[in-house]
Structure formats: C-alpha cells, structure tokens
C-alpha cells in the first residue's frame, strides 16, 4: 500500500506570497492532520481533518487554514507569507475507524523557505 | 494541558551498547503514547504506540518501550544500538478525551550511535 505522498517537496517563496500544499493519505484512511516543523518550536500540530470537516485546529494564525476532499485528499493553504513560515510541513493520515488510538502515518513533508 | 517532556537533547552510546531515550508526559487519565523517528529530510516514521495493556511495548527495528504510569514515562529502549540507529527521535501523546488525532510532541532527542 502506498504510503502518504505530499506535494511539492521542496518549494521556495517570497514574503507576502501565498502557497498550497499537497496532501494524499493511506488509501482508505479517512482523517488527515497537518503539523509544522521548524528548528525553534518543534512540531507543533496545524490542523485535522476527517469527512471533509476541520475537527481541530492549533493555534496558529487565520492565515493557515485547510480543506479536505471527498476522496480525502487534503491541502493547505498559508496567505500573506512570513519569514517564519520557513518549515517542514507534514500531513499524516490515519484510518479514524475507531478513536482507540488510531496511529498516524506521516508523509515526507514539503520544505517551505521563504526567502 | 497535555505536554510531553523529552529532557535529553541528545544521547551517546556506543554500537553493540543498549540505549534508552527518555519522555515523559503530562497528561490527565489515561493516555495514549508514540514514539516516531526521524531521518534527515525524512518525514516522521511511526516505532511504536502504548494504548491499554502490557506496559512493555514492542515496536520496530528491536526497540521497545515502557509504560510507567507512577512516574508517567515512556522510556525507549533497544538491547543493542547501531549505528544506523542515528536519528532524532519523538515521543508523542495524545488525550483519548480529545476526539481527534491530535498529538503533542516532545522537542526530540538526537540519538547518536558511535561504532
């Protein structure tokens, strides 16, 4: 089975821009969480999503926001970019059949620089 | 509020010697605990989960952890380090009260392995 895919990989941005991540879960997973990497905060959890509803969002500006498809594919989306969006953004799936502790599967992330 | 501590930037040890990476968490009733690895430009890779059960875990690649609800660790372990066991590695939580995937992440420890 495929494992979770995210596009593009690398991507370099100027201030004030805006751009949208790619995120294509497990096949047949149908939640989908977006977490930011960078070398001051660690990870620190976005947002997720399941049936195409935002089931909870961390605490990160109006600028971050996201949707989920149908078919669960999901994107993200940053407005306005800052300097310090400069991270690893990664997007993990999970099945959600249950809320017995489901692990979530991570992708490679997208390499953001935003110059 | 949920927090996981990791309280060792990095840890040293010698190939053939065990290794053991510490996490705790704070976290009320009973949680749910990960630990993942990360390689360079790599994105997250799932080891190991406890849920309900045997507090001693058993993952992938020989590593293992164990479940210490009076001290409330998660303490990773491995018999016997390689070297290809270099990498950052992150304990996780997440709330089973909070109906969401949501977890909260350590700040990773760097494990180096010497041959």
């Known amino acids: 089975k495929a494992g979770v895919t995210q596009t593009p990989r690398y991507l370099i941005k100027t201030r004030g821009q805006q751009v949208t991540l790619s995120c294509s879960p497990i096949?047949?997973?149908?939640?989908v969480s977006w977490y930011q990497q960078t070398p001051g905060q660690g990870l620190q959890f976005l947002f997720e999503y399941f049936s195409e509803t935002q089931r909870n969002k961390g605490n990160f500006p109006g600028r971050f926001s996201g949707r989920q498809f149908s078919n669960s594919r999901s994107e993200m989306n940053v407005s306005t970019l800052e300097l310090g969006d400069s991270a690893l953004y990664l997007c993990?799936?999970?099945?959600?059949?249950?809320?017995?502790?489901?692990?979530?599967?991570f992708g490679p992330g997208t390499r953001l620089l935003v110059l | 509020a949920q927090s996981v501590a990791q309280p060792e930037d990095q840890v040293n040890v010698a190939e053939g010697n065990p290794l053991t990476v510490k996490c705790t968490y704070s976290?009320?009733?009973?949680?749910?605990l990960f630990w993942y690895v990360q390689y360079p430009n790599r994105g997250l890779q799932f080891l190991l989960k406890?849920?309900?059960?045997?507090?001693l875990v058993k993952g992938s690649y020989g590593f293992e952890a164990e479940f210490n609800k009076s001290q409330t660790s998660f303490h990773l372990k491995k018999p016997s380090a390689l070297v290809s066991d270099s990498a950052l590695y992150f304990c996780a939580v997440r709330d089973p009260g909070d109906n969401t995937d949501k977890l909260i992440f350590g700040t990773g420890t760097r494990l180096q392995v010497f041959p």
């Open positions: 976290v009320s009733g009973n949680p749910y």
């Open positions: 406890y849920i309900t059960g045997d507090n």
């Open positions: 993990a799936s999970s099945p959600a059949r249950t809320r017995e502790g489901e692990t979530q599967y």
């Open positions: 096949s047949g997973h149908r939640s």
